[in-house]
């Protein structure tokens, strides 16, 4: 696609449930990155992805936290038994190559989803 | 590990006036690249400008420069004639050799007509 998508673009839970949050990188970009915007900060690292595989999965705050990536293109974060503090807007972001900065002055953000667990 | 500061929570400007935004950095590398990127209420994360840290002329793009200063460490956005459409939230960021991009905390610019 032209951009990365993210879907949904709003998302409200229930403490305690599962959800799946999708991100559908440019065409042709290996490397996807996943953030974490909790209200008033700045964002967070979850996970990098370069291809199908995870080499950085530093950022994920607790085991409850899961991201995978399939044919090297979209990949779902998936979070389990959410909890409150999980609420933030969650952003992907992609690129053509892991750090690649020189063709395509850095990485395509999607517009993330907003999770609230209520 | 690299750490990035913003220490302008919030910022206003009037409308074709000039403002900066401060931006400094923790990092013991040699090679980087710096990033300006503004983020409007539509969430969605857009580049503004970027600096190679090898480079040490600073990067222009239209009414956005910067003020990059590798031994002080620092890298001021400077945007002129402010428009009201610059108003949104904007993060400093860095990535080095590990591929993460590491944003500051952002300063929220309010552009008053």
């Known amino acids: 696609g032209a951009g990365v998508s993210q879907s949904p673009s709003n998302k409200v839970t229930e403490k305690g449930k599962d959800v799946e949050l999708r991100c559908d990188p440019i065409?042709?970009?290996?490397?996807l990155y996943w953030y974490r915007q909790s209200l008033g900060q700045g964002l967070e690292f979850l996970i990098y992805?370069?291809?199908?595989?995870?080499?950085?999965k530093s950022g994920l705050p607790s085991d409850r936290f899961s991201a995978e990536r399939t044919g090297g293109s979209v990949s779902t974060l998936t979070i389990q038994r959410t909890q409150q503090e999980d609420s933030a807007v969650y952003l992907c972001a992609s690129s053509l190559a892991p750090g690649q900065t020189h063709n395509n002055y850095g990485y395509t953000f999607g517009s993330g989803t907003r999770l609230t667990v209520v | 590990a690299q750490t990035v500061t913003q220490s302008q929570p919030e910022m206003s400007v009037q409308e074709a006036e000039t403002v900066t935004l401060s931006c400094t950095y923790d990092t013991s590398e040699s090679d980087y690249y710096l990033f300006w990127y503004k983020q409007p209420p539509s969430r969605q994360m857009i580049l503004v400008i970027r600096?190679?840290?090898?480079?040490?002329q600073n990067a222009t793009e239209n009414r956005f420069s910067v003020n990059f200063q590798k031994a002080a460490k620092s890298f001021s956005l400077k945007i002129s004639d402010s428009q009201l459409g610059d108003a949104a939230m904007y993060f400093c960021?860095?990535?080095?050799?590990?591929?993460?991009?590491?944003f500051g905390k952002g300063t929220l610019l309010t552009v008053n007509p």
């Open positions: 992805f370069q291809g199908n595989s995870a080499p950085d």
């Open positions: 600096q190679e840290a090898y480079k040490q």
């Open positions: 065409s042709g970009h290996t490397a």
């Open positions: 960021a860095y990535i080095g050799s590990n591929y993460k991009l590491t």
